[in-house]
């Protein structure tokens, strides 16, 4: 049974409120494309995602750190938002695709990002608390100001390739071991984690979790707060 927007913002607060690490994280066609297709050298699909991405196609090394990544963060989420089955497409084949991972983990609408911040549920998650989140936003006026968390701080990270005015001279998936190191020695306990790592960045939103953070992939709401028209949903947003 799918969850409600309601009922994940409740588990996520349950989390915080009882100090139980915990993931909320997001899996969509370009998820899809990545894992399914990692060994697959002349997909077109995988191509073209990567280059929209990270602006290059990766070694096949680069391509299966990335695809297990992604399967393993799924396997190691609580909450999965998940594509549609019924919508056809890439959405369908993603889900397919994941379904086959999915063993204990509630499932939830994969726009529930959108949801929680439509409805106010993650200003209220993150008020008075402690926030860190990974994105190539800064937003740490926006967090503290319109969310009113406590206090906030953040590790940015190389923007999409496609929506880049400066282009990134490494790709995301080049930077993970350090990015990684760098989640290993700290201390996430009592803290609400924001996540917008695109495909290459699930594993990291597992890493919080480990270091005892709660952690919510909101991915493109990033993208909103700065007024970055990325999604068509931000575009059609009042």
């Known amino acids: 049974m799918e969850l ?3 009922d994940v913002f409740l588990r996520l607060n349950t989390a915080f409120t009882s100090h139980k690490p915990f993931a909320l994280l ?17 997909n077109i699909r995988y191509r073209n995602k990567a280059i929209k991405d990270w602006g ?25 938002g998940f594509p549609n089955p019924n919508a056809g497409g890439g959405w369908s084949s993603a889900a ?22 439509k409805e106010g549920l993650l200003a ?3 008020k008075n608390r402690k926030v860190f989140y990974i994105s190539c ?25 496609l929506f ?10 080049k930077k993970l071991n350090a990015l990684e190191a760098k989640i290993s020695t700290m201390n996430l306990t009592g803290t ?26 909101i991915g493109s709401v990033f993208d909103l707060w700065v007024k970055k028209k990325t999604r068509t949903w931000i575009k059609k947003y009042d």
């Open 26 to 42: 997001r899996y969509g066609d370009g998820e899809g494309i990545i894992a399914k297709h990692a060994e697959d050298m002349m």
């Open 137 to 161: 936003r800064d937003v740490d006026d926006y967090i503290i100001n319109e969310l009113k968390a406590k206090q906030v701080y953040h590790k940015l990270i190389p923007e999409q390739h």
């Open 96 to 117: 397919s695709f994941f379904l086959e991972y999915v063993k204990t983990q509630a499932l939830c609408n994969m726009e529930v990002h959108i949801n929680l911040h």
């Open 56 to 80: 290059c196609v990766p070694s096949l090394n680069d391509r299966n750190r990335v695809s297990r990544d992604i399967i393993y963060s799924l396997c190691e989420a609580d909450i999965i």
């Open 124 to 126: 209220k998650l993150c």
């Open 164 to 173: 880049a005015r400066i282009k990134p001279r490494t790709p995301l998936f």
């Open 192 to 217: 609400i984690c924001l996540l917008g790592g695109g495909t290459a960045g699930k594993k990291l939103g597992i890493l919080m979790k480990q270091r005892g953070g709660v952690v919510v992939d």
């Open 4 to 6: 409600s927007t309601n």
